[in-house]
């Protein structure tokens, strides 16, 4: 009996454990440097692969000339550019977080590409009769067109990269949560594995539902909603 509980540990024995972790172990600790890492890379991601984006998009020299490097990026496994950023850079942050960024970099600069694509003209030739400013055409015409891109390539990298970061942490890393699940997968304590899951699970639907989606639905509120 006492081997099936520690196999398939209760709610209540993953919470306590959830409960200990946070109040007198490293559970916080851990979940810090994790978010820390995963922010940073996200961050950067964004912004680069924003502007990378764009760049795709309005200029067909440029996609013409990166779109297979693109395409290459796209579905060059994450674990690879982890293990060569490990060696060249050894097991630091630094390292890390170059790795997460790499890896979802292709992903955001290919769905704001697809974004620009899709700009609708008649909105320019708009702007050319109204005489609108370089910063108004921007504001106004610009930037409402790309948002809805931006922010779907914010959920959909996102998403990804709490999967890398804690697979890069349990390759190498001085901390995190992944880092520690992997301590305690060498002792088989899946109550402390499950613990670290939830905790990490709570931390990333606060993200989504107390940061993200607000975001979004006043970002978007000036679309029309549909019956």
């Known amino acids: 009996m006492l081997f099936v509980h520690r196999l398939f540990p209760g709610p209540l024995a993953v919470a306590a454990e959830m409960w200990d972790a946070a109040t007198t172990g490293p559970l916080l600790v851990d979940l810090g440097r994790t978010l820390l890492r995963a ?7 964004m912004v680069l692969g924003t502007a ?28 690879v550019v982890a293990i060569v950023l490990y060696i060249w850079l050894g097991l630091t942050d ?16 290919s769905i704001t590409r697809e974004g620009v694509r899709s700009f609708a003209h008649d909105f320019d030739e708009l702007a050319l009769v109204f005489r609108l400013s370089a ?13 809805p891109f931006v922010l779907a390539a914010a959920r959909t990298g996102l998403s990804l990269i709490w999967k890398i970061v804690l697979v890069f942490e ?6 995190g949560v992944g880092y520690r699940i992997a301590v305690q997968f060498q002792f088989f304590d899946i109550t402390g594995i499950l613990a670290y899951t939830a905790s990490f699970i709570l931390v990333v639907l606060a993200f989504e539902y107390g940061l993200l989606r607000p975001v979004e639905r006043r970002a978007l509120q000036w679309r029309p909603v549909q019956a």
């Open 39 to 45: 922010s940073t890379a996200f961050a950067a991601a």
């Open 52 to 79: 990378l984006g764009i760049a795709f998009g309005r200029l067909r020299w440029v996609d013409q000339l990166f779109s297979g490097w693109l395409l290459v990026g796209l579905n060059l496994p994450a674990i």
């Open 94 to 109: 630094l390292a890390l977080i170059l790795a997460v960024t790499i890896n979802k970099l292709p992903l955001v600069i």
């Open 135 to 147: 910063w108004r055409r921007l504001r106004l015409i610009f930037v409402p067109q790309l948002l």
């Open 170 to 175: 349990v390759l190498g890393s001085d901390g």
